[in-house]
Nanobody, 124 residues
Framework: VQLQASGGGLVQAGGSLRLSCAASGPTSSRYTMAWFRQVPGKEREFVAVIRSSGGNTYYSDSVRGRFTISRDRAKNTVDLQMNSLKLEDTAVYYC??????????????????WGQGTLVTVSS
């Protein structure tokens, strides 16, 4: 499975940005897909996830109500709509896919495949 993330860039605080991740490869459409982010010197942080079965979504407390994850099964893509961006949202954002159990869905180690990352910079 290969993942290709896009859509990062520079945006002012309060603005919006939409990230997209395209998945390719065998059985990729069956996997749960998630977004994580990382800043230098810190661990990779869970942002949002959409499960393969049922399409349930989960968010970190820091982005809930501002970010929305969605999936297009026909295109095999997952998007992250980010609104009301804050300075602390600045990070490299990674999409990931795998088959984590529900209790591990927020753990980076539970995902098999990762995209290359796309930088989001929020300025004041």
């Amino acid at each position: 499975v290969q993942l290709q993330a896009s859509g990062g860039g520079l945006v002012q605080a309060g603005g919006s940005l939409r990230l997209s991740c395209a998945a390719s490869g065998p059985t990729s459409s069956r996997y749960t897909m998630a977004w994580f982010r990382q800043v230098p010197g810190k661990e990779r942080e869970f942002v949002a996830v959409i499960r393969s079965s049922g399409g349930n979504t989960y968010y970190s407390d820091s982005v809930r109500g501002r970010f929305t994850i969605s999936r297009d099964r026909a295109k095999n893509t997952v998007d992250l709509q980010m609104n009301s961006l804050k300075l602390e949202d600045t990070a490299v954002y990674y999409c990931a896919t795998g088959s984590p159990i529900l209790s591990s869905i927020r753990q980076a180690s539970a995902y098999y495949y990762w995209g290359q990352g796309t930088l989001v910079t929020v300025s004041s």
